[in-house]
């Protein structure tokens, strides 16, 4: 268990609708990461939050957004949903911000959309 | 999206067989990590690097950062049935981003 939660695990939604996909950090960590994954595709950063700051952005769609809130849980919001979303959703955390900081990651959220 | 090469990218070997697999970049990173990933679940970091030619083992596992730094490798020893799984590399570069660039991963069988 890495200390990384989400919820929920399963998601299944139909075309053009919105999801809210959220992540608890590991306790006292405060950077937060969200990752795509595409079946049988590797991990694809999205976006990077610290201390509810945006720091980093990846190949995140602008249908998607994303927000770090004061107690530092993130959530990740996906809109106008289409069929190739489907993927497995990961966040991961890590305490600093800095070179030499790993990252763990949550169980992830598997988006389903039909 | 930019990745990491990663290879092989599946391998079937025998129980008890060493397995090695690398990472290779065009852009010098500061920073390696390894992951294994199971069927439906989050990656889960087995080793971390953080300087050039740094040699990192746990258990059975032994990662090195490259010299050159643009590469990493995993080595497996004396195999068993649950490595199965796929094993990720990510990257993080020199130019100050802490974003992290993950490989396309190798997915390893283990022949009981």
């Known amino acids: 268990d890495s200390g990384v939660t989400q919820t929920p695990k399963h998601l299944i939604t139909a075309t053009g609708q919105r999801v809210t996909l959220r992540c608890s950090p590991r306790?006292?960590?405060?950077?937060v990461y969200w990752y795509q994954q595409s079946l049988d595709q590797g991990l694809q950063f999205l976006i990077h939050?610290?201390?509810?700051?945006?720091?980093a952005k990846g190949n995140i769609l602008e249908r998607f957004s994303a927000q770090q809130f004061p107690d530092l849980h993130s959530e990740l919001n996906l809109s106008s949903l289409e069929l190739g979303d489907s993927a497995l959703y990961f966040c991961?955390?890590?305490?600093?911000?800095?070179?030499?900081?790993?990252?763990?990651f949550g169980p992830g959220t598997r988006l389903t959309v039909l | 999206g930019q990745q990491l090469n990663q290879s092989p990218q599946s391998m079937f070997i025998q129980e008890g067989e060493d397995v090695s697999m690398n990472c290779t970049s065009s852009?010098?990173?500061?920073?390696w990590l390894w992951y294994k990933q199971d069927p439906g679940e989050g990656p889960v970091l087995l080793i971390a690097?953080?300087?050039?030619?740094e040699l990192t083992s746990n258990g059975r596992l032994t990662a090195q950062f490259g010299i050159t730094r643009k590469d990493s490798f995993l080595n497996i020893s004396a195999s068993i049935p649950s490595d199965v799984g796929i094993y990720f590399c990510?990257?993080?570069?020199?130019?100050?981003?802490?974003?992290?660039?993950f490989g396309t991963g190798t997915r390893l069988k283990v022949l009981a």
């Open positions: 990510a990257g993080r570069a020199t130019s100050g981003t802490y974003k992290y660039i």
């Open positions: 991961a955390s890590s305490d600093r911000d800095s070179a030499t900081d790993t990252q763990y």
């Open positions: 939050y610290y201390n509810g700051e945006e720091r």
């Open positions: 852009s010098i990173f500061n920073t």
């Open positions: 690097l953080y300087k050039a030619g």
């Open positions: 306790s006292g960590d405060l950077s």
